[in-house]
């Protein structure tokens, strides 16, 4: 059954996936099935719908998270998360629905049904029949322990799509937005924020919270104000270096500039071009802070590598 729930699990992703990618595919020029009619009303439809569900939200509980295609909450703990039917039938006498997702299901049907719906019941004399058709609907994921949202760094904006979401047992269930999931970013902003968010699920109170935080905080603070001094070289490195990957040979960028680019050119100069002459290398890199004023592509790196 495990197996089957992880199966259907992906499927359905995937089918999210498409359906989600394909309203970007109709509103992108050139495409076989542009519409830019179709597209808009997609755009305002999904509008209309998050719109009318952080209203209803707002009656019950808080919304902490809207998107295009669905809305993060908190709800009331009082507040029934699943009703159970009892049927007739022998086979299944119970049959659990999710009220939080039949509610916002019912606003659905009831606001954005297509009345209009025609399908063609017969192709000779091209005779349509009308229905209603509904086949959008809610699906709740959840509860979850906590939500991590970071504030603003300007007052009066607001961040979108970056927040971090965990499991019951503390497992990370879904992070948007930040440069742990990111490609090339520094490794010390990675851990920084990695142990900065199991900071946040210690602590039964607000206060505890937070001073579980900011021994963390306060720990990185210091090894940025002391410079690393009681930190060995080589965790230093693994910290402030930087990784880029090439997806072409060093020859076909030509003059173009940029630290990776930087970084294979200065390692051929001392090991030669066979080093640096195929395609898809990975550069790894120390940006120094001298000289000061020149542009980073020209500042020395630091103790450069580059693999094949």
């Known amino acids: 059954c495990k197996n089957m729930e992880v199966l259907y699990d992906s499927l359905q992703l995937a089918h999210k996936c498409i359906l989600n990618s394909f309203y970007g595919y109709v509103m992108r020029k050139g495409a076989r099935w542009y519409s830019m009619e179709m597209a808009g009303i997609v755009c305002f439809t999904g509008a209309n719908i ?4 952080r209203e209803l939200i707002e009656q019950i509980g808080r919304p902490l998270e809207l998107d295009t295609d669905g809305i993060w909450c908190v709800l009331p703990n009082s507040f029934p998360e699943n009703f159970v039917f009892k ?6 006498p119970k049959v659990t629905i999710s009220y939080p997702g039949a509610m916002l299901n019912i606003m659905v049907k009831e ?5 209009q719906y025609q399908e063609l019941a017969e192709p000779s004399s091209l005779t ?5 058709e509904n086949s959008i609907f809610f699906e709740v994921d959840g509860p979850y322990l906590a939500m991590i949202l970071p504030a603003s760094k300007e007052e009066g904006k607001k961040l979108k799509k970056r927040y971090a979401v965990f499991n019951e047992d503390g497992s990370l269930a879904e992070l948007k937005g930040f440069e742990v999931k990111r490609r090339g970013e520094l490794q010390l902003i990675k851990i920084f924020q990695s142990s ?3 900071a946040f699920l210690k602590g039964s109170t607000l206060e505890e919270v937070y001073g579980s935080v900011a021994k963390v905080a306060d720990y990185w603070l210091d090894v940025l104000y002391s ?3 009681n930190m060995p070289d080589s965790e230093l490195f693994e910290l402030i270096s930087e990784n880029r990957s090439m997806s072409r040979k060093l020859e076909d960028y030509g003059e173009q500039k940029s630290t990776s680019i930087s970084t294979a050119k200065r ?3 001392f090991l030669g071009d066979q080093m640096v002459k195929d395609a898809g290398l990975s550069c790894r890199y120390i940006i120094s802070r001298k000289p000061e004023g020149s542009p980073v592509t020209e500042r020395k790196s630091e103790w ?4 094949a």
Request: glycine share 4%; proline share 3%.
């Open 227 to 229: 410079k690393a001094a």
């Open 87 to 92: 049927t007739t039938n022998v086979k299944k």
């Open 304 to 307: 450069p590598s580059v693999e």
């Open 267 to 269: 390692l051929a100069e």
């Open 50 to 53: 998050i719109t009318q569900a």
């Open 196 to 198: 900065v968010f199991e």
């Open 111 to 115: 606001g954005f049904t297509n009345d």
């Open 128 to 132: 349509y029949v009308t229905r209603s």
